[in-house]
């Protein structure tokens, strides 16, 4: 039995498609029972519900530790893709017990368990910083903690630090860190609430870059990579290193709606950010555009995804290929 945590979000739901496709057994953690809509309705889009009845539902959490206990029952591996996102400097306290203390119980737990492998899902937001002589994020590039980092990017980190000691303590584990991860569904989540906003019209682009995957991709290395001897090492996950310009244009077009057309300069940028926060003093709104994200969207970040090629002897889909083969408006 496999259990996979997050099986209600963008990567657990398409993970547990890609898995019952290949004949796996099964299991998936869920908080609210209404959230189970959410990857009932992906299993359908790709016309797949009958492998959705195959999923064995387990009401835990990974902060509640009894609720875990009959989650683990009779698993031999496990996917960890359960995790706040949030750029919301209101959610600090929050990204650290979810995303950190809610690592150390699932790997408490596999240890406790005996299970054989542990697959990880960090983020490129976790990787290190480079060097002035460096030029390309790798997964050996150092974490500097004198520089700056979200909340959300210490909490990944955190969370790593965590897969680690399981490592030492003896536990097998894969970290995978996937660049921004486009895939169908969740519309209010990630990549999702991107293609919202360009699809009702958004106005402005960034001159920045990042690296961008397919959720296909993301979850077909993931299983290659926990079912291989591979063990104790971490991947980049990205296709492509991509203007944000040039993004935001694929999907413009791919949705049949205009382009954003006006570039957002860095002190327009540093003004945004400004005013969000003071408005967001007086409201209970999440603050979905923090500084930190803004200034992500013009920054230039390049990342290699060397390691994982060679690793599986394998290649990406094309990310804007991708997006018009999956979000074609007919």
Known sequence: MILVT???????AHLLLHLLENGENVRAIYRKKNNIQKTKLLFQHYNKSSLFDAIEWVQADILDIPSLEHAFINCSQVYHCAALISFDPKDENSLRKINIEGTANIVNFCLAKGIQKLCYVSSIAA???LAPHETIKTEETEWNPEKHHSDYAISKYGAEMEIWRGQQEGLNVIIVNPGIIIGPGFEDQGSGQLIKKIADGMLFYTSGSTGFVAVDDVVRMMYQLTQSTICNERFILIAQNIVFKELFNTIADTLKVKRPSVEAKPFMIEITWRVNWIL????RK???ISKDTLRSSISKNDYSNDKIRTALNTSFLDVH???KENFSVI
């Open 321 to 323: 290929q991708y997006i």
């Open 286 to 288: 999440s603050n979905n």
């Open 6 to 12: 997050g099986g209600t979000g963008l990567v657990g």
């Open 280 to 283: 967001s003093l007086f409201s």
């Open 127 to 129: 990787l290190g910083d």
